[in-house]
């Protein structure tokens, strides 16, 4: 049998257009499969064409006019106000226990804490009580998540506390407060003074920073929101939100230290920049300690012990038997609180007190919108910040308790809630983890827990608000020191990641370092960026193979992996376990030339046989035309018996050569120099590319398989791609450098190639 009869002719699939008119008609495979191109594939299960799926213009433009439809903006505006789903769905008998409980064990704790947060955030600790009252009120309207507490939160006011202090230094060393600044204009500082009576100018100008730096942060929310990129939360790794939440836990607890014994630290606050937290735990060690008060010291130790031993060996070690928590806070404030008056700690032992609490509800305040010209980049921070903590503890509890939270209505929850509150001269509002821990354990079951929390810290600041001014500032630090203690894990983990993953390691160790070393936003960023570097160069390091045949099971396995695998005789299936994009197709070239065959090693044998080559005899006319006819016959058909075909050439000879007159050397093909096998280590007739772990393709990538596919060619190698997801398969009808690649060599799967081919 000639070498015509030995081969089947090649089905000619010449564009998409003709494609889709004129689809291939599909073997009989009753009794045996023959194998499928992806033409054929397409064809006998139906796939639609790109004009009629769903991104055509006619259903988009069907379903935005269904969307300007009235019933359309009533079911959106709905949408946008959860609390109205909450009233509707709400079983009176079934949950109105569990709302009430939980509610008042998370006012009764949320009390102490915020004025113990307020203070962290350097600025009066009525302000706490503010931030857990109308904040909270705008979330339960909006907000979708049915556990968290809003309000206070740590990682928030360690951050205004740097914008605080950054303002209080810059205005210092140019020059003192005044209202003729532009940044207090008369009709702000009025105001101030009218709502917040009573402070010193140092607490109003703290106050003005704060309420103005939380609104900006509420604008960034709400465009961000608008913007929908709610799904930005998906990028803060578990690795690096351990090592941010462990090195500002450390922060909160060393910031601590100076007030709960009771010494003022004249140097707190005067440095910024690298190495602001050595050189604060510096200051307080020697400043604090030969100062300290000796009845705040004691006081501090006591109520540490007290909280400490009653949360962990009666609260959690009871939590089954116990409905409600014990508010063990809210009683060390009353016991303190009450000692403190009575004994006079302020006049007769030197102990810091609270002194100024006003009582009521504070006057509408706007916020200086020349403040929030200077501070646009940590309003910025503060509202990332925010939006990290809210986002992390909605979507665990919501994975808890089987139930959905929009990122981005959370996001316009947030928002709303920070701008709403900076009128009444509240701190950026986010989920504290202690209260909205407690809120889940103590039974809530809907958001109406959040007005009965909201209600009793709004009955403390109208009524009970004057009681705490004797407060000693150490127990309000000591109730933010044991709150800090469920922080302490997060500087175990490391041993955990050192054994599952290098990577995450590496994140963690450079996100606990950044935000220690620098400050909180500066820690921030240089966290987020290392983590998506480090993720980009995984991408860039894929994991790749050579995948092998079991006789078996007939399937397909890495070689390098599996031992009861055989590689098929000219043939080699190549896998990239990475997107195939601008930054991987170096990687993805050099693999595939390390696995398969070598494109630069085939280049220098040709180059090295065309000038090795012998001239031969002119051939007549009649053998150049047969020459050229077998020589695309050979180039443009499929080889049933590769085998075969492979040792009837090697017995041709190494090389054909085929020599025409110095006036016809301008028509000598390439492929006419075609290497033998036997010159290459790996004899490969067909080079497939499993593309099954390619999730993506841009422009770039299919012009460079385009590119191999054309250089393999003309060494008679086939190169071939199977497994390829939709996108892949667009991407590639999208590029015009891709049409004889797709028309030729696109396979719906690798054993479809086995079945055509014959290997």
Same mark, same amino acid.
């Given at each position: 049998?000639?070498?015509?009869?030995?081969?089947?002719?090649?089905?000619?699939?010449?564009?998409?257009?003709?494609?889709?008119?004129?689809?291939?008609?599909?073997?009989?495979?009753?009794?045996?499969?023959?194998?499928?191109?992806?033409?054929?594939?397409?064809?006998?299960?139906?796939?639609?064409?790109?004009?009629?799926?769903?991104?055509?213009?006619?259903?988009?433009?069907?379903?935005?006019?269904?969307?300007?439809?009235?019933?359309?903006?009533?079911?959106?505006?709905?949408?946008?106000?959860?609390?109205?789903?909450?009233?509707?769905?709400?079983?009176?008998?079934?949950?109105?226990?569990?709302?009430?409980?939980?509610?008042?064990?998370?006012?009764?704790?949320?009390?102490?804490?915020?004025?113990?947060?307020?203070?962290?955030?350097?600025?009066?600790?009525?302000?706490?009580?503010?931030?857990?009252?109308?904040?909270?009120?705008?979330?339960?309207?909006?907000?979708?998540?049915?556990?968290?507490?809003?309000?206070?939160?740590?990682?928030?006011?360690?951050?205004?506390?740097?914008?605080?202090?950054?303002?209080?230094?810059?205005?210092?060393?140019?020059?003192?407060?005044?209202?003729?600044?532009?940044?207090?204009?008369?009709?702000?500082?009025?105001?101030?003074?009218?709502?917040?009576?009573?402070?010193?100018?140092?607490?109003?100008?703290?106050?003005?920073?704060?309420?103005?730096?939380?609104?900006?942060?509420?604008?960034?929310?709400?465009?961000?929101?608008?913007?929908?990129?709610?799904?930005?939360?998906?990028?803060?790794?578990?690795?690096?939100?351990?090592?941010?939440?462990?090195?500002?836990?450390?922060?909160?607890?060393?910031?601590?230290?100076?007030?709960?014994?009771?010494?003022?630290?004249?140097?707190?606050?005067?440095?910024?920049?690298?190495?602001?937290?050595?050189?604060?735990?510096?200051?307080?060690?020697?400043?604090?300690?030969?100062?300290?008060?000796?009845?705040?010291?004691?006081?501090?130790?006591?109520?540490?012990?007290?909280?400490?031993?009653?949360?962990?060996?009666?609260?959690?070690?009871?939590?089954?038997?116990?409905?409600?928590?014990?508010?063990?806070?809210?009683?060390?404030?009353?016991?303190?609180?009450?000692?403190?008056?009575?004994?006079?700690?302020?006049?007769?032992?030197?102990?810091?007190?609270?002194?100024?609490?006003?009582?009521?509800?504070?006057?509408?305040?706007?916020?200086?919108?020349?403040?929030?010209?200077?501070?646009?980049?940590?309003?910025?921070?503060?509202?990332?910040?925010?939006?990290?903590?809210?986002?992390?503890?909605?979507?665990?509890?919501?994975?808890?308790?089987?139930?959905?939270?929009?990122?981005?209505?959370?996001?316009?929850?947030?928002?709303?809630?920070?701008?709403?509150?900076?009128?009444?001269?509240?701190?950026?509002?986010?989920?504290?983890?202690?209260?909205?821990?407690?809120?889940?354990?103590?039974?809530?079951?809907?958001?109406?827990?959040?007005?009965?929390?909201?209600?009793?810290?709004?009955?403390?600041?109208?009524?009970?608000?004057?009681?705490?001014? !004797?407060?000693?500032?150490?127990?309000?630090?000591?109730?933010?020191?044991?709150?800090?203690?469920?922080?302490?894990?997060?500087?175990?983990?490391?041993?955990?990641?050192?054994?599952?993953?290098?990577?995450?390691?590496?994140?963690?160790?450079?996100?606990?370092?950044?935000?220690?070393?620098?400050?909180?936003?500066?820690?921030?960023?240089?966290?987020?960026?290392?983590?998506?570097?480090?993720?980009?160069?995984?991408?860039?390091? !894929?994991?790749?193979?050579?995948?092998?045949?079991?006789?078996?099971?007939?399937?397909?396995?890495?070689?390098?992996?599996?031992?009861?695998?055989?590689?098929?005789?000219?043939?080699?299936?190549?896998?990239?376990?990475?997107?195939?994009?601008?930054?991987?197709?170096?990687?993805?070239?050099?693999?595939?030339?390390?696995?398969?065959?070598?494109?630069?090693?085939?280049?220098?044998?040709?180059?090295?046989?065309?000038?090795?080559?012998?001239?031969?005899?002119?051939?007549?006319?009649?053998?150049?035309?047969?020459?050229?006819?077998?020589?695309?016959?050979?180039?443009?058909?499929?080889?049933?018996?590769?085998?075969?075909?492979?040792?009837?050439?090697?017995?041709?000879?190494?090389?054909?050569?085929?020599?025409?007159?110095?006036?016809?050397?301008?028509?000598?093909?390439?492929?006419?120099?075609?290497?033998?096998?036997?010159?290459?280590?790996?004899?490969?007739?067909?080079?497939?590319?499993?593309?099954?772990?390619?999730?993506?393709?841009?422009?770039?990538?299919?012009?460079?398989?385009?590119?191999?596919?054309?250089?393999?060619?003309?060494?008679?190698?086939?190169?071939?791609?199977?497994?390829?997801?939709?996108?892949?398969?667009?991407?590639?009808?999208?590029?015009?450098?891709?049409?004889?690649?797709?028309?030729?060599?696109?396979?719906?799967?690798?054993?479809?190639?086995?079945?055509?081919?014959?290997?």
């Amino acid at each position: 049998m000639d070498s015509e009869s030995s081969r089947v002719p090649l089905r000619d699939v010449s564009s998409e257009a003709e494609e889709a008119e004129q689809p291939p008609e599909p073997r009989n495979r009753k009794s045996i499969y023959h194998g499928l191109n992806h033409a054929e594939h397409a064809f006998r299960y139906g796939r639609l064409p790109r004009s009629e799926s769903s991104s055509s213009w006619r259903n988009r433009c069907e379903r935005l006019s269904a969307r300007l439809l009235p019933k359309s903006w009533a079911r959106w505006m709905l949408s946008k106000v959860p609390v109205v789903d909450v009233f509707r769905t709400y079983r009176f008998r079934d949950y109105v226990v569990g709302d009430v409980l939980a509610g008042l064990s998370v006012g009764l704790l949320a009390v102490p804490q915020s004025l113990g947060y307020a203070r962290l955030a350097g600025v009066p600790a009525v302000l706490g009580l503010y931030t857990s009252v109308f904040p909270v009120f705008v979330y339960f309207v909006f907000g979708t998540s049915r556990h968290l507490s809003m309000g206070t939160a740590a990682l928030c006011c360690l951050t205004v506390a740097e914008v605080v202090r950054k303002y209080e230094i810059d205005v210092q060393r140019a020059f003192p407060f005044n209202r003729t600044r532009p940044e207090f204009n008369e009709t702000s500082a009025d105001v101030a003074d009218e709502t917040v009576s009573g402070f010193t100018v140092e607490e109003t100008r703290a106050v003005a920073v704060a309420a103005s730096t939380s609104f900006l942060a509420g604008v960034f929310l709400v465009s961000m929101s608008i913007a929908r990129l709610g799904f930005v939360a998906s990028y803060m790794s578990e690795p690096f939100v351990s090592g941010c939440l462990g090195a500002n836990g450390l922060r909160i607890l060393t910031h601590q230290f100076g007030d709960m014994l009771g010494a003022a630290n004249p140097v707190r606050g005067y440095y910024t920049g690298p190495g602001e937290y050595f050189y604060g735990l510096f200051a307080t060690v020697y400043y604090s300690i030969p100062g300290a008060n000796w009845l705040s010291v004691v006081v501090s130790v006591l109520s540490v012990v007290t909280l400490a031993v009653v949360k962990t060996c009666v609260n959690e070690r009871f939590a089954r038997r116990i409905k409600v928590p014990i508010p063990i806070d809210f009683i060390v404030v009353i016991i303190f609180t009450t000692a403190s008056h009575f004994c006079q700690f302020e006049e007769k032992f030197g102990v810091e007190i609270l002194k100024t609490v006003p009582k009521g509800i504070p006057a509408v305040t706007v916020p200086s919108i020349g403040i929030m010209s200077s501070c646009v980049y940590d309003a910025f921070m503060l509202a990332i910040v925010a939006y990290t903590t809210l986002g992390i503890m909605a979507k665990l509890l919501s994975q808890r308790h089987n139930y959905p939270v929009d990122n981005d209505q959370e996001l316009l929850a947030n928002g709303l809630s920070a701008l709403g509150g900076a009128f009444f001269c509240s701190i950026a509002p986010s989920a504290s983890p202690p209260r909205t821990l407690l809120m889940e354990s103590s039974g809530g079951r809907t958001q109406v827990a959040y007005i009965v929390s909201s209600v009793v810290v709004l009955l403390t600041m109208v009524v009970f608000a004057p009681f705490f001014q !004797p407060l000693p500032v150490c127990v309000l630090c000591s109730i933010i020191f044991v709150a800090c203690f469920p922080l302490f894990p997060h500087f175990l983990v490391w041993s955990q990641y050192r054994k599952t993953n290098l990577y995450d390691l590496a994140i963690y160790a450079v996100s606990i370092t950044m935000n220690l070393v620098f400050e909180l936003d500066t820690g921030l960023l240089i966290g987020m960026g290392f983590s998506l570097v480090l993720v980009h160069i995984r991408m860039q390091k !894929p994991d790749t193979g050579r995948l092998a045949v079991n006789d078996g099971d007939v399937i397909f396995l890495d070689e390098k992996h599996y031992s009861k695998s055989r590689s098929m005789k000219n043939l080699s299936i190549f896998r990239f376990e990475s997107p195939l994009y601008f930054a991987t197709l170096e990687v993805f070239v050099e693999e595939l030339n390390k696995y398969t065959v070598s494109l630069s090693s085939l280049k220098s044998r040709m180059t090295e046989v065309k000038v090795q080559k012998v001239p031969a005899p002119i051939p007549t006319e009649a053998d150049v035309s047969m020459s050229s006819t077998d020589d695309e016959n050979s180039f443009s058909k499929p080889e049933v018996d590769i085998e075969k075909t492979s040792v009837r050439e090697n017995e041709e000879g190494n090389i054909r050569n085929v020599v025409c007159s110095s006036h016809n050397e301008h028509h000598i093909k390439k492929e006419e120099f075609a290497v033998d096998s036997r010159c290459e280590e790996r004899n490969f007739k067909i080079i497939v590319v499993d593309c099954s772990a390619i999730s993506f393709l841009d422009t770039s990538g299919a012009k460079t398989l385009a590119r191999l596919h054309g250089e393999y060619s003309q060494f008679n190698i086939r190169f071939l791609l199977a497994n390829c997801c939709s996108g892949f398969v667009d991407q590639l009808k999208r590029v015009d450098e891709c049409k004889n690649l797709f028309a030729e060599s696109v396979y719906p799967s690798i054993h479809d190639i086995i079945v055509l081919f014959g290997n």
